[in-house]
T-cell receptor, first 116, second 113 residues
Framework: EPEVTQTPSHQVTQMGQEVILRCVPI?????FYWYRQILGQKVEFLVS????????KSEIFDDQFSVERPDGSNFTLKIRSTKLEDSAMYFC??????????????FGQGTRLTVV | DAKTTQPNSMESNEEEPVHLPCNHS???????IHWYRQLPSQGPEYVIH???SNVNNRMASLAIAEDRKSSTLILHRATLRDAAVYYC??????????????FGKGTKLSVKP
């Protein structure tokens, strides 16, 4: 069964450092998303991406965040200067073509980011 | 985004049916009703979705009220593996919207052996 893969599974970084979280969406999918979940809290939408550009973003997704699909297979989330409050589980997700997005989004297993 | 209301938690016994309710009184005509679940330490997982008619798949059934202001996710025989947080989400894919999934707090389902 196709799956979304995320690397690394756990990343520890010092405050102020840049981090890049990587995702490989399902190969024929066209819509891509990043979500985050702070420990014990709900899953929060960050950004959606389609046709090589951001479609929508939440208030959380400020200038410190950026996304990229550099090579047609990877989908990355970059945090330029990490803060302690960026510590969370980050989930990547993808959906298929316009008909299929009505059905389901597939989520990766997440990257746990710890900022110290 | 139209909002949903779910109980914070529910308990079930193993191998018994579970009915997880969701209220969405402000649902619009173009909102699809989606259910996802999140097992401990995992990413969310699609369960089922529907628009107006009841739906069945291998995981669950979705019963949608005639006025669409509420729905119920039915697990026919709960197993220990079904212990998770279940999210009821309204998804609007009109026009250019990608229908981003906006998660609430969901219902934490506990399954007792």
């Amino acid at each position: 069964e196709p799956e979304v893969t995320q690397t690394p599974s756990h990343q520890v970084t010092q405050m102020g450092q840049e981090v890049i979280l990587r995702c490989v969406p399902i190969s024929n999918h066209l819509y891509f998303y990043w979500y985050r979940q702070i420990l014990g809290q709900k899953v929060e939408f960050l950004v959606s991406f389609y046709n090589n550009e951001i479609s929508e973003k939440s208030e959380i997704f400020d200038d410190q965040f950026s996304v990229e699909r550099p090579d047609g297979s990877n989908f990355t989330l970059k945090i330029r200067s990490t803060k302690l409050e960026d510590s969370a589980m980050y989930f990547c997700a993808s959906s298929g073509d316009r008909d299929r997005i009505l059905r389901e989004a597939f989520f990766g297993q997440g990257t746990r980011l710890t900022v110290v | 985004d139209a909002k949903t209301t779910q109980p914070n938690s529910m308990e079930s016994n193993e191998e018994e049916p579970v009915h997880l309710p969701c209220n969405h009184s402000t649902i619009s005509g173009t909102d699809y009703i989606h259910w996802y679940r999140q097992l401990p330490s995992q990413g969310p997982e699609y369960v089922i979705h529907g628009l107006t008619s009841n739906v069945n798949n291998r995981m669950a059934s979705l019963a949608i009220a005639e006025d669409r202001k509420s729905s119920t996710l039915i697990l026919h025989r709960a197993t220990l593996r079904d212990a998770a947080v279940y999210y009821c989400i309204l998804r609007d894919v009109r026009g250019g919207s990608q229908g981003n999934l906006i998660f609430g707090k969901g219902t934490k389902l506990s399954v007792k052996p």
